[in-house]
């Protein structure tokens, strides 16, 4: 057969370089062909190759007419007992038999001699029908089960045409690992290592990625990836990307024909992101704190600058060592590759890396050469009581607070640390580090800091009131009630300055509107105006404006309410507020768009809100706006990823944390997609949690958890419970007293109705319709209002002119599921007298309820269809719109696992096996492009923000 000199490339460019190895591979699959098999190892560093050598390998044997399997691992995935073989032998053009035989023994303890041998017969069995070639990618990350199939069917299979290929990385392995490959060197494997390419090569590769002849500037930009075709790949790709290069009569040179350091566009390489993804925090925290130091490193030092015991580190040391990103040298820790190093530091904040350049600078060369030593002091390089290094170190607290909590919370700690023996100055430090530990995700150890210095007491009333300030700040994240407390005690202290005296009475006037105490917001709201006037205070002043709006909101002028939200907003981002973090103000501006029907807007706003906190690692707030989108996508209709998201943020809280925003919206979002769903087990845990609310105290949550509990009974087919349940929803309603996630919103009252209707209970909600259409009449810019209204009075009076008037106004808003069912109801109706008439309506409602995922309303209508004589096949809502490459399935799998729950989390939430989990994770890349789970969170993030 013919020789490759230069293989056809799969994608990108060329093989360069790699001569030799092309053709020992070749030289292997023709000992195949001849029917001898036997072990190729392939060996490199990250980026280095070997996933290509394995592909390139893999074409060839497909050419030839070989029969070719390929699996590979994933660090997150070795949980699933022979996952990665199992998925390669079973997967393909030609898969293995048996996969559900061998996948049950897999998953069965004390059965793994049954399964090598069943594995073995199958696979001598589809050797006689000719070679076989089974390539095994990222043998590091395979669990135990998989090396050991691997290494004992080798040895017994060596007589057979089979060829194992696997691939593994330099550098540290696991013990298992290193054990296996130690048992198939001694079997006689052939050892193919990947080295850095030389010169030829890059320059081969460059011209490949440019499209021109490479210069010597451009060569000298090449080389600093020193020889890793990977990173010359992406490094190439940013540089050509960001315009930096110029192709003139067939030649690429730079633009400016030299390149600074400080241009190269570093961020932009994709695997040193993965990577770093990768990595559990403590690890990332390490690797990114190395990186700023810019030369090799002793473990000394990273202790000292990050205020831990040496012996505390030796887990993230293993991790980065383990990642490829860090080696060992002698007694110090440095980089793999420059490239990489100065990549990492390069997507840190600036004012994080003059930090701890600056403290790293501090450290004495001693100390910093010493590879063991005490452990760190509480701060690096000052004494307890040091003024200058305590105001120091809360300037770059401050000035770090918004793009790196956790180095904040460090140093604001540290600092806190050095003022045991300064009392006078412990109370500022404590206000400062409350809402950081709360950014950083420990509301918990936030309460206790700020609880223990209260509790101590001897302080002055202006250091107790900046304390009670954050902490009422802290409890409005999720304890309105707490919240009120603190800041009306804090208010009442006597003495304080005028600023902080506004913002207390604010934020008091804030938690009563939004815990659903307008009355007692606007008892406090005259003096608090009076106040912030008074003090000229901007951040007072913007939470007055969103207690405003909050309170037109509850008197219907629901324009009034949007305008003065968006005026808050700007003011607060004038005043250099990140709307991201501006909480709960920023979060009642989205709620207010998705009740009001403008879906579209609340989605963006909740999307750049978790996108700009998750890159900011603002935990705490992250999850709360993604709490908003979750409700935002279940009124858009889009019920796979609202689920999605709640459950996500159940999964990274705990489900049901304690908190009355934070739990109520998880609540109704979880509710009515388990219901919209058919989900029997979801309504059953929603259900628990909604009796748990609504025995509390504040009115919002005992309105929430009332009304969920309706649902729920109608749901469940007891209308003598759901009957029961009433009363508190209907004394919201006729009191028209306001929720952020209760029946205001516009599209609860048709549902009441209708429950009640199915109660026996009509005569009792009469006053919420016209609740309704007073909303309606005093707000004619909002469709949805008029929409929500008519469909009530629809029901109620059972009027099909209401209803048709209501289907009509549901057009203009992006409320797809209310739409589909007045379109239902209006079939429905028809349907009894003037049947042929009915059928478009439900034919309507059949197809946006099946798009949006309804799965029990879209059956209740093909039965109607059904009734009116005509039959509609059942169909999967199958994907997302805006993902139409994945089933549902696939796509709640990889909602969650971007979201950046385990495979066990994900596991666990939707009630499925680990494998199942995998499965769907790997149908999902590959149908994606993608290859990791940081490209995965990537991709929804892009996908989410419209992109």
């Known amino acids: 057969m013919d020789r490759l000199t230069t293989w056809p490339f799969l994608g990108g460019t060329p093989v360069r370089g790699r001569a030799r190895e092309l053709a020992f591979i070749e030289a292997r699959l023709d000992a195949l062909a001849r029917g001898a098999g036997g072990i190729v190892l392939v060996e490199g560093p990250a980026g280095i190759g070997r996933s290509r050598m394995l592909a390139e390998a893999s074409a060839s044997a497909k050419r030839r007419g070989m029969r070719t399997f390929q699996g590979g691992a994933d660090p997150d995935e070795q949980f699933v007992p022979l996952g990665p073989l199992l998925d390669g032998l079973f997967a393909g053009e030609e898969p293995l038999a048996g996969a559900d035989r061998l996948r049950d023994l897999a998953a069965t303890?004390?059965?793994?001699?049954?399964?090598?041998?069943?594995?073995?017969?199958?696979?001598?069995?589809?050797?006689?029908?000719?070679?076989?070639?089974?390539?095994?990618?990222?043998?590091?990350?395979?669990?135990?089960?998989?090396?050991?199939?691997?290494?004992?069917?080798?040895?017994?299979?060596?007589?057979?045409?089979?060829?194992?290929?696997?691939?593994?990385?330099?550098?540290?392995?696991?013990?298992?690992?290193?054990?296996?490959?130690?048992?198939?060197r001694q079997a006689g494997a052939h050892e193919l290592a990947l080295g850095a390419l030389g010169d030829p090569a890059v320059a081969r590769i460059t011209q490949d990625v440019l499209g021109a002849v490479p210069d010597p500037d451009v060569l000298r930009v090449a080389?600093?990836?020193?020889?890793?075709?990977?990173?010359?790949?992406?490094?190439?790709?940013?540089v050509r990307d960001e315009g930096l290069v110029t192709i003139e009569h067939g030649t690429a040179r730079l633009r400016a024909g030299s390149l600074p350091l400080t241009q190269l566009p570093l961020t932009q390489l994709p695997s040193v992101a993965r990577r770093l993804a990768r990595l559990p925090a403590a690890a990332r925290e390490l690797v990114e704190t190395?990186?700023?130091?810019?030369?090799?490193?002793?473990?000394?030092?990273?202790?000292?600058?990050?205020?831990?015991?040496?012996?505390?580190?030796?887990?993230?040391?293993?991790?980065?060592?383990?990642?490829?990103?860090?080696?060992?040298?002698?007694?110090?820790?440095?980089?793999?590759?420059?490239?990489?190093?100065?990549?990492?530091?390069?997507?840190?904040?600036?004012?994080?890396?003059?930090?701890?350049?600056?403290?790293?600078?501090?450290?004495?060369?001693?100390?910093?050469?010493?590879?063991?030593?005490?452990?760190?002091?509480?701060?690096?390089?000052?004494?307890?009581?040091?003024?200058?290094?305590?105001?120091?170190?809360?300037?770059?607290?401050?000035?770090?607070?918004?793009?790196?909590?956790?180095?904040?919370?460090?140093?604001?700690?540290?600092?806190?640390?050095?003022?045991?023996?300064?009392?006078?100055?412990?109370?500022?430090?404590?206000?400062?580090?409350?809402?950081?530990?709360?950014?950083?995700?420990?509301?918990?150890?936030?309460?206790?800091?700020?609880?223990?210095?209260?509790?101590?007491?001897?302080?002055?009333?202006?250091?107790?009131?900046r304390i009670r300030l954050a902490m009422a700040r802290l409890a409005s994240h999720f304890d309105f009630a707490e919240a009120v407390r603190q800041a009306r005690a804090g208010a009442a202290l006597p003495g304080i300055p005028a600023a902080l005296r506004a913002r207390l009475l604010a934020l008091l006037c804030l938690g009563l509107s939004l815990a659903g105490d307008p009355g007692g917001a606007e008892q406090t709201a005259a003096e608090a105006r009076e106040a912030t006037d008074a003090a000229r205070d901007g951040i007072a002043q913007a939470t007055m404006m969103v207690v405003d709006s909050a309170l037109c909101f509850y008197r219907m002028d629901w324009n009034e309410a949007l305008r003065r939200a968006s005026r808050a907003a700007a003011l607060a981002a004038g005043l250099g507020i990140a709307p991201s973090v501006w909480i709960p103000e920023a979060l009642w501006q989205c709620l207010l768009l998705t009740v009001a029907g403008r879906t579209e807007e609340a989605l963006a706003l909740a999307g750049a809100g978790v996108h700009d906190t998750r890159h900011q690692g603002q935990a705490a707030a992250a999850r709360l706006w993604l709490m908003h989108r979750a409700r935002a996508l279940l009124d858009a209709g889009r019920l796979a990823e609202a689920r999605a998201d709640a459950e996500a943020d159940a999964g990274l809280r705990g489900a049901f944390d304690s908190g009355d925003l934070a739990e109520l919206m998880l609540l109704y979002t979880l509710t009515r997609v388990a219901i919209h769903t058919d989900d029997r087990e979801a309504a059953q845990r929603c259900a628990a949690q909604a009796r748990r609310v609504r025995g509390t105290g504040a009115p919002l949550a005992r309105s929430v958890g009332a009304w969920m509990l309706v649902l729920l009974a109608d749901f469940d087919g007891r209308p003598e419970r759901a009957r029961a349940e009433l009363d508190e929803v209907l004394a919201a309603l006729a009191e028209e007293r306001p929720a952020l996630v209760s029946p205001v919103d516009p599209v609860d009252t048709p549902a009441l109705v209708r429950t009640a209707l199915r109660a026996g209970a009509s005569e009792r909600v009469a006053p919420a319709v016209e609740v309704a259409e007073r909303r309606a009449a005093r707000n004619p810019d909002f469709a949805i209002l008029a929409a929500s209204a008519a469909h009530a009075r629809g029901l109620l009076d059972n009027d099909l002119a209401h209803l048709l008037h209501a289907v009509r106004l549901y057009e203009g808003c992006s409320r797809p599921i209310a739409r589909a069912s007045a379109l239902e109801d209006v079939g429905r109706k028809l349907a009894t007298t003037r049947r042929p008439e009915a059928v478009p309506y439900l034919d309507k409602a059949l197809a946006l309820y099946t798009r949006s995922g309804a799965e029990r309303h879209a059956a209740r209508v093909r039965r109607r269809l059904r009734a009116a004589g005509v039959r509609r096949r059942p169909s999967s809502a199958g994907s997302a719109e805006e993902w139409p490459e994945l089933t549902a399935s696939e796509l709640r799998v990889a909602r969650l696992v971007a979201r950046g729950l385990t495979n066990p989390q994900v596991a666990e939430k939707l009630s499925l096996s680990p494998h199942t989990v995998a499965s769907h994770l790997r149908r999902a890349y590959t149908k994606l492009g993608i290859g990791s789970r940081a490209e995965l969170a990537r991709l929804v993030e892009r996908r989410d923000n419209g992109e």
Not at 109 to 120: A, D, I, K, N
Not at 142 to 149: P, R, Y
Not at 152 to 177: D, F, K, N, Y
Not at 223 to 238: D, K, N, T, Y
């Open 109 to 184: 303890p004390g059965q793994r001699f049954w399964l090598l041998q069943e594995l073995g017969d199958r696979l001598r069995e589809a050797a006689r029908s000719g070679p076989l070639l089974i390539v095994l990618d990222d043998l590091q990350w395979c669990d135990e089960l998989t090396l050991l199939t691997l290494h004992t069917l080798a040895a017994a299979l060596a007589a057979q045409p089979i060829l194992w290929l696997a691939a593994v990385r330099h550098g540290s392995v696991p013990p298992r690992v290193r054990t296996t490959l130690d048992r198939i």
């Open 290 to 465: 190395a990186a700023v130091v810019g030369r090799p490193v002793t473990v000394e030092l990273l202790a000292e600058l990050l205020g831990r015991p040496p012996a505390t580190l030796i887990t993230a040391i293993q991790e980065s060592l383990d990642s490829g990103l860090l080696v060992e040298r002698e007694d110090r820790l440095e980089f793999r590759h420059e490239l990489i190093r100065e990549a990492v530091e390069a997507a840190l904040p600036p004012a994080l890396r003059r930090t701890l350049r600056s403290h790293a600078a501090e450290v004495p060369s001693a100390r910093a050469a010493s590879p063991v030593g005490p452990a760190a002091p509480p701060a690096v390089g000052v004494r307890t009581g040091d003024r200058t290094a305590e105001e120091r170190l809360r300037a770059a607290a401050a000035d770090l607070a918004a793009t790196a909590p956790g180095a904040a919370a460090e140093l604001s700690l540290r600092a806190l640390e050095l003022t045991m023996e300064d009392p006078s100055q412990r109370p500022r430090v404590i206000a400062e580090t409350l809402p950081l530990l709360w950014q950083l995700g420990q509301p918990a150890r936030a309460h206790d800091l700020g609880a223990s210095a209260l509790a101590a007491g001897d302080l002055r009333p202006d250091d107790e009131a």
């Open 223 to 238: 080389r600093r990836a020193e020889g890793v075709p990977l990173l010359i790949e992406e490094l190439l790709a940013a």
